[in-house]
T-cell receptor
Framework: KAGVTQTPRYLIKTRGQQVTLSCSPISGHRSVSWYQQTPGQGLQFLFEYFSETQRNKGNFPGRFSGRQFSNSRSEMNVSTLELGDSALYLC?????????????FGPGTRLTVT | AQSVTQPDIHITVSEGASLELRCNYSYGATPYLFWYVQSPGQGLQLLLKYFSGDTLVQGIKGFEAEFKRSQSSFNLRKPSVHWSDAAEYFCAVVKAGANNLFFGTGTRLTVIP
């Protein structure tokens, strides 16, 4: 079974621009979560989507947004990029529903903001 | 609020030696606990998880972890480390009723010949 895929793998943007990252979950998984990983803050939860609805949200500014499509694929968007947004963005999928399950992570998208 | 502490930022062990990585959690209820491993430039791979039941859980790659409620700990162990185990290890807890993981700061493992 194919794993979680993320595109693009690497991205370089300029301050003030916006960026969209994509995540395709494992087939049959309906929940997608996003995490930001930086050397200073570590791994932090951004948000989770289940059945096209945001179910949970971390403590990030409104510049960070996401959505989920009917096929469970998810995108996250960061507007008005800041230097501090440089990070590895990880997507994870799980079957979802009412019970906690194992989260399977993709390889991440490395975003560099200059 | 839930939190996870990994006291050791960096550990160096010799190949073939045993390994124990420490994890302490703070949580008001029975936690769901996880250990993940991350190789350089890669995503996170689940090593093992504890939801309930037997407090000693076995994972992949020869790893095991023991849940000790009295010590609020979930330490990861391996009896004999291989050079390929060099990576960063993260302990995580999930908030009840949600699906988001709270991660510790990670422990970087170096394996020397």
């Amino acid at each position: 079974k194919a794993g979680v895929t993320q595109t693009p793998r690497y991205l370089i943007k300029t301050r003030g621009q916006q960026v969209t990252l994509s995540c395709s979950p494992i087939s049959g998984h309906r929940s997608v979560s996003w995490y930001q990983q930086t050397p200073g803050q570590g791994l932090q939860f951004l948000f989770e989507y289940f059945s096209e609805t945001q179910r949970n949200k971390g403590n990030f500014p409104g510049r960070f947004s996401g959505r989920q499509f009917s096929n469970s694929r998810s995108e996250m968007n960061v507007s008005t990029l800041e230097l501090g947004d440089s990070a590895l963005y990880l997507c994870a999928s799980t079957r979802g529903g009412g019970q906690m399950g194992e989260q399977y992570f993709g390889p991440g998208t490395r975003l560099t903001v200059t | 609020a839930q939190s996870v502490t990994q006291p050791d930022i960096h550990i160096t062990v010799s190949e073939g030696a045993s390994l124990e990585l420490r994890c302490n959690y703070s949580y008001g209820a029975t936690p769901y606990l996880f250990w993940y491993v991350q190789s350089p430039g890669q995503g996170l791979q689940l090593l093992l998880k504890y939801f309930s039941g037997d407090t000693l859980v076995q994972g992949i790659k020869g790893f095991e972890a023991e849940f000790k409620r009295s010590q609020s700990s979930f330490n990861l162990r391996k009896p004999s480390v291989h050079w390929s185990d060099a990576a960063e290890y993260f302990c995580a807890v999930v908030k009840a009723g949600a699906n988001n993981l709270f991660f510790g700061t990670g422990t970087r493992l170096t394996v020397i010949p």
